[in-house]
C-alpha cells in the first residue's frame, strides 16, 4: 500500500505559478512511478505529467508543454509540479498518482494509488 500526500494547491491569477508536490510512502529507491493528473468540473480526469521511475524520462500533456515541469526528489521520495504560465483553462482538481514499475504514463488506468487532490483555480 502507498500513501500519497498532496500540498502546493491554491488559487492564482494568470500568467501566475505554483509548485505541487506528493511525498509518498515508500522506501527511497523504491521502482515506482508517478504522474499527475487533473479533473475539472464536468471534465473526464486527464494525464498531465508523468515521471519514470528514477527519473529519466518525462511526459506530458501538449496543452502544458513548455509551461509545466515534473521532477522527483528520490531522496524525499517526493514529486514535483511546476506550473509556470498558468491560463484559466488550468483550473481543476490535481491529484497525485502512482504504481510500482518504471515506466510513466498518462493514462489514469496505469496507476494504482492515488493523493486526496489539491485544487488549482486560476482567475483571467
Known amino acids: 500500500q502507498v500513501q500519497l500526500v498532496e500540498s502546493g494547491g491554491g488559487s492564482v491569477q494568470a500568467g501566475g505559478s505554483l509548485r505541487l508536490s506528493c511525498a509518498a510512502s515508500?522506501?527511497?529507491?523504491?521502482?515506482?512511478?508517478m504522474g499527475w493528473f487533473r479533473q475539472a468540473p464536468g471534465k473526464e480526469r486527464e494525464g498531465v505529467a508523468a515521471?519514470?521511475?528514477?527519473?529519466?524520462?518525462?511526459v506530458y500533456v501538449d496543452s502544458v508543454k513548455g509551461r509545466f515541469t515534473i521532477f522527483q526528489d528520490n531522496a524525499k521520495n517526493t514529486v514535483y509540479l511546476q506550473m509556470n504560465t498558468l491560463k484559466p483553462e488550468d483550473t481543476a482538481m490535481y491529484y497525485c498518482?502512482?504504481?510500482w514499475g518504471l515506466g510513466g504514463s498518462l493514462s489514469p488506468s496505469a496507476y494504482k494509488y492515488w493523493g486526496q487532490g489539491t485544487q488549482v483555480t486560476v482567475s483571467s
Open positions: 515508500v522506501y527511497s529507491g523504491s521502482t515506482i512511478r
Open positions: 498518482a502512482a504504481d
Open positions: 515521471i519514470t521511475s528514477g527519473g529519466g524520462r518525462t
